[in-house]
């Protein structure tokens, strides 16, 4: 899988979009951007994930720059609930073959009042 | 609908003791997946499922831990001889072909 790059932590005041990078320069032709986060004391939540062209659900957004070698999540109101941590993760989408996650450290979200 | 549900979500054990953690997948998903996170750690792959056979083990830190599932649905990731660096939250994943790993909330497991 290629290797992901996120900040370590980021701030973001309630009801403003949160913008959440992610650099991923080796990047395969078939692997996906995962982007999942997980809020303290619970289980990885999936929220989106993208091949090459932007995705939007009831969740957010994935913006996927053209060479792939980046993205960004957008959570476009951020609230309180929103407070966690991020994960971008690069992968092949999951067949019969089976392929674990690797989370890495991941962006500390603090959303703020 | 459902989504994966693990149990029990908290199991405290005396070292030496075996424990027997389980997962309930969602519906139909054929793959399945354990995990575990120790405190302030990222996630650590343990084994896979495809239906009832696991073709990946790769990560089962030692041979008192072991895993099975029946009926390509429930899993249970038993641990023998518990030691307290057992100690971590244990995460269940399904999915289906090509969509994502859906978790369940984990089993934190405290060995004294």
């Known amino acids: 899988d290629a290797k992901t790059t996120q900040p370590t932590s980021m701030d973001c005041a309630e009801g403003r979009a949160a913008n959440l990078p992610c650099n991923h320069s080796?990047?395969?032709?078939?692997?996906?951007v995962y982007w999942y986060r997980q809020i303290h004391s619970q289980g990885p939540q999936y929220i989106i994930h993208?091949?090459?062209n932007n995705e939007t659900n009831e969740m957010a957004s994935l913006i996927i720059t053209e060479d792939r070698k980046s993205s960004t999540l957008i959570l476009p109101h951020a609230t309180l609930r929103d407070t966690a941590v991020y994960y971008c993760?690069?992968?092949?989408?999951?067949?019969?073959?089976?392929?674990?996650?690797?989370f890495g450290k991941g962006t500390s979200l603090l959303v703020t009042p | 609908g459902a989504g994966v549900s693990q149990s029990p979500s908290n199991k405290v054990t005396e070292k030496g003791k075996d424990v027997e953690l389980r997962c309930d997948p969602i519906?139909?998903?054929?793959?399945l997946y354990w995990y575990r996170q120790s405190l302030g750690q990222g996630l650590e792959f343990l084994i896979y499922?495809?239906?009832?056979?696991?073709?990946?083990k790769s990560g089962l830190p030692s041979d008192r831990f072991s895993a099975e599932r029946t009926g390509g649905s429930v899993s249970t990731l038993t641990i023998q001889r518990t030691q307290q660096e057992d100690s971590a939250v244990y995460l269940c994943?399904?999915?289906?072909?090509?969509?994502?790993?859906?978790f369940g909330d984990g089993t934190r497991l405290s060995i004294l």
């Open positions: 994943a399904s999915t289906n072909n090509y969509q994502p790993q859906h």
């Open positions: 080796t990047i395969s032709g078939n692997e996906y």
């Open positions: 993208g091949l090459k």
């Open positions: 993760i690069v992968r092949v989408a999951d067949s019969n073959s089976g392929y674990a996650l690797n």
């Open positions: 519906s139909g998903h054929t793959a």
């Open positions: 499922f495809q239906g009832n056979s696991a073709p990946d």
